[in-house]
């Protein structure tokens, strides 16, 4: 180890720090302006035939050529994600009542370790524990929606026998499966430089990659010393609030309220069980308000099969035509959905949702992800309030959400991108093939 010299990246002060063995990821913060100034040198290799030989015995990788195009390598990924993933399915298949129960245990472990994240929330967690597996959550939940394994006696009849036995196999193959999903979403984002020589894939980090990172720790920093948010009235206009409520026919305010006491006034409306820091709640039948509000953040096989990446309220990015279920459990791996649809189906007849599943880390994540890209979503309600109109769909009250949605246009709020904290957020492009 020795010293060695950078420059602040905001005010240009010299600034010198102990170097590191490689890989390392150093944090350099400026005497002058607090700017904390990031140091990363980093390759990650990865062998087709180890993961063959520890997850698929009997199965030889294909014979993938020599290339550093960055689709091609893409699309070598894609090819061992599926391998991985069907393997899962016919393990779920041929065991289902353990799967099953597998799920709550899962989405248990998902709710600790939210929570951990959450009191961590202005610290940078170079950790990828907390942020991988919500990934790994959601994907035995969309095997078991692909192999109709999801119910909502799932609680009731929840069996720790054979529990231990199938995570042990379940979770070192999903971690690779969400890894290799990882790799593909930071080449697609230009933040890895792949290559693949016959034998090895190497990913070396990109400046671009070290951009994300320090824009990260920076936004946490910022945060420490900025007065936090205390009521909804800071964090959206009354214009933006009405403007939802007008085109989605609910607000923010509404969700936040109906979350508050551990959905104490759902409880008043229908089933809602604490099981294993899990809220386990079956959709109200009455056609009205909450119910609609519960569909439209609840995350479905369906929803996944119809957006290539996702954004509150079906504002995301739509595939056209819809992929198969394997291509959306695919994409799930590389994409935190619970960011943007905090409930999850965990029942479904003839296609309607009656149980979902959440917890309180997961709507706290969802709440505060929803304040902070609150700029992308009010920029999507203006797109979807003018298709709409262009079609010649019904639209309650237009000329109210027009001059609501004219009001944040002028004052320039929806131009805003927030890109740190969609960074923050987890979000990613997804895993496609070819792609």
């Given amino acids: 180890m020795s010293l060695a010299s950078t420059i602040c990246r905001y005010c240009g002060q010299e600034l010198s720090f102990q170097t590191e063995a490689e890989p390392f990821l150093i944090q350099v913060s400026c005497h002058r302006c607090r700017y904390v100034t990031v140091v990363e040198k980093?390759?990650?290799?990865?062998?087709?035939?180890?993961?063959?030989?520890?997850?698929?015995?009997?199965?030889?990788?294909?014979?993938?050529?020599?290339s550093e195009d960055p689709r091609t390598i893409g699309s070598y990924l894609y090819t061992m994600a599926g391998a991985l993933l069907d393997v899962v399915i016919e393990r779920a298949q041929l065991d289902l009542p353990v799967a099953r129960s597998s799920l709550v245990s899962v989405f248990s472990r998902r709710e600790k370790l939210m929570q951990e994240r959450i009191s961590r929330i202005y610290q940078f967690d170079p950790s990828i524990e907390s942020r991988m597996f919500p990934k790994i959550a959601a994907l035995l939940w969309g095997?078991?929606?692909?192999?109709?394994?999801?119910?909502?006696?799932?609680?009731?009849?929840?069996?720790?026998?054979?529990?231990?036995r199938f995570l042990s196999w379940f979770e070192p193959i999903a971690e690779e499966l969400v890894t290799i999903a990882g790799f593909a979403t930071n080449i697609r984002r230009g933040e890895v430089q792949p290559s693949f020589d016959g034998v090895g894939f190497t990913f070396a980090k990109t400046s671009r990659h070290t951009a994300m990172i320090e824009s990260i720790v920076n936004y946490k920093q910022q945060q420490r010393y900025t007065p936090q948010v205390g009521s909804l009235d800071e964090a959206f206009s009354r214009e933006a609030l009405e403007s939802q409520r007008l085109v989605l026919g609910f607000n923010a305010a509404d969700i936040t309220k109906l979350a508050l006491n551990g959905f104490e006034q759902l409880k008043t409306y229908t089933d809602?069980?604490?099981?294993?820091?899990?809220?386990?709640?079956?959709?109200?039948?009455?056609?009205?308000?909450?119910?609609?509000?519960?569909?439209?953040?609840?995350?479905?096989?369906?929803?996944?099969?119809?957006?290539?990446?996702?954004?509150?309220?079906?504002?995301?990015?739509?595939?056209?035509?819809?992929?198969?279920?394997?291509e959306a459990i695919l994409n799930a791996?590389?994409?935190?959905?619970?960011?943007?649809?905090?409930?999850?189906?965990?029942?479904?007849?003839?296609?309607?949702?009656?149980?979902?599943?959440?917890s309180r880390g997961i709507?706290?994540?969802?709440?505060?992800?929803?304040?902070?890209?609150?700029?992308?979503?009010?920029?999507?309600?203006?797109?979807?309030?003018?298709?709409?109109?262009?079609?010649?769909?019904?639209?309650?009250?237009?000329?109210?959400?027009?001059?609501?949605?004219?009001?944040?246009?002028?004052?320039?709020?929806?131009?805003?991108?927030?890109?740190?904290?969609?960074?923050?957020?987890?979000?990613?492009y997804s895993i496609q093939p070819g792609d």
């Fill in 42 to 66: 980093s390759v990650i290799t990865s062998l087709p035939e180890q993961v063959y030989r520890r997850f698929l015995p009997g199965q030889r990788p294909p014979a993938f050529e020599p």
């Fill in 143 to 164: 095997v078991l929606c692909h192999t109709g394994g999801l119910s909502p006696s799932m609680i009731r009849n929840f069996s720790s026998r054979g529990v231990s």
């Fill in 272 to 326: 809602v069980v604490l099981e294993r820091n899990v809220y386990w709640i079956r959709v109200p039948d009455r056609d009205d308000g909450i119910r609609k509000l519960i569909l439209s953040c609840t995350l479905t096989l369906s929803r996944l099969c119809g957006f290539r990446f996702p954004l509150f309220f079906d504002c995301g990015i739509r595939a056209n035509p819809p992929i198969s279920e394997r």
């Fill in 333 to 358: 791996t590389a994409i935190n959905w619970s960011v943007y649809y905090p409930f999850c189906s965990t029942s479904e007849i003839e296609g309607e949702v009656n149980y979902v599943a959440t």
């Fill in 363 to 428: 709507v706290s994540l969802f709440l505060t992800s929803l304040e902070t890209q609150k700029n992308a979503l009010t920029d999507q309600l203006i797109v979807r309030f003018q298709q709409a109109c262009v079609t010649g769909r019904s639209v309650r009250e237009p000329e109210r959400i027009w001059v609501s949605l004219s009001r944040i246009s002028r004052a320039g709020i929806h131009i805003v991108a927030d890109t740190v904290a969609e960074v923050v957020a987890d979000d990613a």
